[in-house]
């Protein structure tokens, strides 16, 4: 195998390639159109689909120049509005490494309805192109004419765009302290209830997750949600890896039994809710 493909699949565990590493991809000859499309059946992998055995995979071009890498998620005997739709792990995978913008979306299967709905929310919206599988390229726009999105609500920063919310906690060990960075990433305009969470694996190490409101409201992540997409996606860890989850929030809206009820679908282990309070 050639070396940029062990490094591809290395990378690929981790759930995203760094821009350095697709650089030297594109290079070496491989269009970067290609590149994504070829990753996709690597992200079907990580799909958890009991209910609907329906495995979806996407991966996406960040503005920075990385690529990462998206699948579905269901969750067993809760309800079908919980699950995570492959383009919403991707982005929530870019969104957790800090990305300002999308370039290009592959995926296996033309985006769903709410999908192009969240993917309207993105800083990038205007631009988006999409690719799938065995189909010719189009763009968001093309996909969702006459569409609504944060500009119809007032909202100007979108999706990706930076958040700092300067919330603070009464406590201070990792975990919480992981669920509040990602409390104070989180995109609410909608509701102003910022939320965050933070799992802890049996091996230590800490995945957190962070609320994306949309402007259609349904197609918004929770915070929970964005946690399980990185301990599988970015940490390659399972569920029953989990040994403590923590949710930190603060607003009139709660994601505090939407947490619950994804968590126990998925493990035994209680969640500690600590409320934020906002500096000043």
Do not use: W
């Amino acid at each position: 195998m050639h070396t940029d493909e062990i490094e591809v699949q290395r990378r690929a565990a981790g759930g995203y390639l760094p821009a350095d590493v697709v650089d030297k991809i594109v290079a070496a000859g491989t269009p970067i159109d290609q590149l994504l499309l070829s990753l996709v059946p690597v992200a079907q992998k990580l799909a958890i689909p009991p209910i609907s055995n329906f495995f979806v995979g996407a991966t996406l071009l960040g503005e920075s120049g990385a690529i990462y890498f998206g699948a579905n998620y269901e969750f067993a005997g809760q309800a079908l509005a919980f699950t995570i739709h492959g383009e919403q792990a991707a982005v929530a995978m870019a969104m957790s490494f800090g990305e300002r913008g999308i370039r290009k979306l592959a995926v296996s299967a033309a985006p769903c309805g709410l999908c192009r709905q969240f993917l309207n929310e993105l800083t990038t919206a205007s631009t988006l192109e999409v690719l799938v599988v065995n189909a010719q390229p189009t763009t968001l726009t093309a996909l969702l004419p006459q569409a609504f999105g944060p500009a119809d609500l007032g909202v100007t920063a979108a999706l990706l765009s930076p958040q700092s919310h300067g919330l603070t906690i009464d406590a201070d060990d990792d975990v919480a302290l992981a669920a509040l960075a990602a409390a104070n990433a989180s995109y609410a305009p909608y509701s102003s209830s910022f939320a965050g969470v933070a799992f802890r694996t049996t091996g230590g190490a800490i995945y957190a997750g962070a609320l994306a409101e949309n402007a259609a409201y349904n197609p918004t992540l929770g915070a929970m949600e964005a946690a399980v997409v990185n301990l599988v996606i970015r940490g390659g860890e399972s569920y029953a890896d989990i040994t403590e989850a923590v949710l930190v929030e603060t607003g009139s809206i709660s994601q505090v039994n939407a947490a619950r009820a994804v968590l126990g679908a998925i493990s035994n282990v209680p969640l500690r809710v600590l409320p934020a309070l906002t500096r000043g």
